[in-house]
């Protein structure tokens, strides 16, 4: 005997299409009162119980379902402008798309091979067809850890966005050679040596290991700056000339001095405008300054100025 329990099956929709909705109007950055939010999910909720009315069968067609969430939407949101509302009823199709396919292909990853023979049908033509059965409690401990996952993985997409709208391409020329990588343009960093005042551009050591001395390598991290140039004392190192230290206060910690070269030329690519400048210190950090690789370089938010910009097109 096949029992239903109609309350369960109404309260776990009602937690389900709650959090749809409060996930879609995240995704479209919008607040919504709760109000507006249980109404919304409630409506859903209505829904999936007169499934077990069979006089009610006509109500589970397409047109019906798209017009019941186009509904559910409008309760929580409201109209507003077309565009608005087109913009809300992708969102919620698309996390309800995602959480249907994360439980599916949870679903089939958890399978063995008896589960999915057991659940092949052969018709009387001859061909085949699998019949699908995913269990309620299945559904509801599953559905939070999908939801959460595609919270988490929009989340950094959109922190990587708004990273990616900071970081251009730096190249810096001394004597005739060339170093490039990706740089961050970090509007907080104000970073100068104290009496030029002239910006300094943090750069990874590493990418200058070929022309530093062999000696340093590894070791900017743990010993001083000014221990280092003491070091080298001139030898086998041609631009010595070029060292600058330059002090600056760390986070926790106190005054230190970091190591910094003098390049010929600093140009700079943030999205379709370059900046140039020779007016600039090249600060050479030991250690990585983005964990994904996503920059090699912090560009001084004084090298990304207009004027910088009009030195491109003056030639030297």
């Given at each position: 005997?096949?029992?239903?329990?109609?309350?369960?099956?109404?309260?776990?929709?009602?937690?389900?299409?709650?959090?749809?909705?409060?996930?879609?109007a995240?995704?479209?950055?919008?607040?919504?009162s709760?109000?507006?939010?249980?109404?919304?999910?409630?409506?859903?909720?209505?829904?999936?119980?007169?499934?077990?009315?069979?006089?009610l069968?006509?109500?589970?067609?397409?047109?019906?379902?798209?017009?019941?969430?186009?509904?559910?939407?409008?309760?929580?949101?409201?109209?507003?402008?077309?565009?608005?509302?087109?913009?809300?009823?992708?969102?919620?199709y698309?996390?309800?798309?995602?959480?249907?396919?994360?439980?599916?292909?949870?679903h089939?990853?958890?399978?063995?091979?008896?589960?999915i023979?057991?659940?092949?049908?052969?018709?009387?033509?001859?061909?085949?067809?699998?019949?699908?059965?995913?269990?309620?409690?299945?559904?509801?401990?599953?559905?939070?850890?999908?939801?959460?996952?595609?919270?988490?993985?929009?989340?950094?997409?959109?922190?990587?966005?708004?990273?990616?709208?900071?970081?251009?391409?730096?190249?810096?020329?001394?004597?005739?050679?060339?170093?490039?990588?990706?740089?961050?343009?970090?509007?907080?960093?104000?970073?100068?040596?104290?009496?030029?005042?002239?910006?300094v551009?943090?750069?990874?050591?590493?990418?200058?290991?070929?022309?530093?001395?062999?000696?340093?390598?590894?070791?900017?991290?743990?010993?001083?700056?000014?221990?280092?140039?003491?070091?080298?004392?001139g030898?086998?190192?041609?631009?010595?000339d070029?060292?600058?230290?330059?002090?600056?206060?760390?986070?926790?910690?106190?005054?230190?001095?970091?190591?910094?070269?003098?390049?010929?030329?600093?140009?700079?690519?943030?999205?379709?405008?370059i900046?140039?400048?020779?007016?600039?210190?090249?600060?050479?950090?030991?250690?990585?300054?983005s964990g994904?690789?996503?920059?090699?370089?912090?560009?001084?938010?004084?090298?990304?100025?207009?004027?910088?910009?009009?030195?491109?097109?003056?030639?030297?």
């Open positions: 005997m096949l029992v239903v329990y109609i309350d369960l099956i109404f309260a776990a929709n009602l937690l389900i299409d709650g959090v749809l909705i409060w996930l879609t995240w995704q479209i950055k919008v607040k919504v709760w109000w507006r939010l249980a109404l919304s999910a409630l409506v859903g909720a209505l829904y999936v119980v007169m499934m077990f009315v069979p006089e069968s006509f109500l589970y067609t397409f047109m019906i379902k798209f017009g019941l969430s186009v509904l559910m939407l409008l309760i929580a949101f409201g109209y507003g402008s077309l565009q608005r509302f087109l913009r809300a009823l992708g969102a919620f698309v996390i309800n798309f995602a959480a249907a396919g994360g439980i599916l292909g949870i089939y990853l958890l399978q063995s091979t008896g589960d023979w057991n659940g092949i049908l052969f018709t009387s033509t001859g061909g085949q067809a699998h019949r699908l059965k995913i269990g309620f409690w299945f559904v509801l401990g599953v559905l939070p850890a999908v939801l959460l996952l595609f919270k988490l993985i929009h989340s950094s997409r959109v922190r990587r966005e708004q990273l990616d709208s900071y970081i251009g391409e730096v190249t810096v020329e001394i004597e005739g050679i060339v170093v490039s990588c990706p740089g961050l343009l970090d509007t907080g960093n104000r970073l100068n040596d104290p009496l030029t005042r002239i910006p551009m943090v750069m990874e050591a590493s990418l200058w290991e070929g022309y530093l001395p062999a000696s340093w390598k590894g070791k900017l991290t743990q010993m001083g700056a000014d221990q280092l140039l003491l070091e080298t004392d030898q086998s190192f041609a631009w010595q070029r060292m600058r230290l330059v002090p600056y206060r760390g986070i926790n910690r106190g005054a230190a001095f970091m190591l910094a070269l003098k390049p010929d030329l600093v140009k700079i690519k943030l999205g379709e405008e900046f140039c400048s020779k007016r600039v210190l090249i600060g050479l950090d030991g250690g990585t300054l994904d690789g996503a920059y090699r370089a912090v560009i001084h938010p004084d090298l990304a100025q207009r004027e910088h910009a009009a030195e491109a097109a003056v030639p030297s």
